[in-house]
């Protein structure tokens, strides 16, 4: 697991007016908080906590952190989380939280999928992740930066699942083993359109039950007084 060390300092404030000054002197403010600690506010230089959150191990990087506070106190921490403006994506507040190097943590880490399935190349079925990282419980320094997952083998129609990842050793998966990781699925029949009706044909009037339709050949009448002679013309 990679380690990291960055500078912080104790906000003198938390006011709105406080943090706007802080960012755009090019600091983000902060909080550390952890087991027995108080919570404690504090800047970091932005530029610095891009660089810590660049490293390969990402958001899981051990961050060894020397708070200036009077004093220079030491703290191991990690970032629980990151907020961002929406619109430029710069980070605007960050969360620490402090770590024993002894004791397990929660942690999340991302799937790396490799290999084109054989359901896609064979079949022409398309691939479909469905989990991008799973959560599991180790000691901090002992936190994988990724899972590597072979799907090179699996066929049209069929899953991998949580349970298919490989750990290493004392790194214990918390996500559900059952729940689906990727699967292969054949791919989407467009259905063929109705023919298209002419506006000529939707304006044109049904006929009339009994009536011929337009371009039909009209069956001819009996002519009349012909045919079957009435009783009154019947010789005696």
């Given amino acids: 697991m990679e380690r990291v060390n960055l500078q912080a300092k104790v906000r003198p404030g938390t006011g709105t007016g406080v943090v706007k000054k802080l960012r755009r002197a090019g600091q983000v403010p902060g909080v550390i908080y952890g087991r027995g600690i108080d919570a404690t506010a504090v800047a970091v230089d932005a530029k610095a906590l891009r660089g810590v959150l660049h490293t390969s191990a990402g958001m899981n990087v051990l961050i060894d952190m020397m708070i200036e506070d009077g004093a220079q106190a030491a703290r191991t921490v990690m970032v629980k989380a990151v907020q961002r403006d929406i619109f430029r994506r710069d980070i605007i507040h960050v969360d620490f939280t402090t770590v024993n190097l002894t004791e397990t943590v929660e942690a999340h880490v991302p799937i790396i999928f490799k290999g084109t399935p054989r359901g896609v190349t064979e079949d022409g079925g398309i691939f479909e992740p469905h ?106």
């Fill in 131 to 236: 989990l991008r990282e799973v959560i599991v419980e180790c000691l901090p320094t002992q936190i994988p930066e990724h899972l590597d997952l072979d799907v090179s083998g699996l066929p049209l129609g069929k899953s991998v699942h949580v349970s298919d990842l490989i750990l290493p050793p004392d790194v214990t998966l918390i996500t559900e083993p059952e729940e689906v990781v990727a699967t292969v699925v054949a791919p989407r029949v467009v259905e063929e359109a109705a023919p298209a009706v002419t506006p000529e044909a939707a304006a044109a009037p049904a006929a009339a039950p009994g009536e011929a339709a337009e371009g039909a050949e009209a069956k001819p009448e009996k002519p009349e007084g012909k045919g079957k002679p009435a009783e009154s013309e019947k010789k005696e």
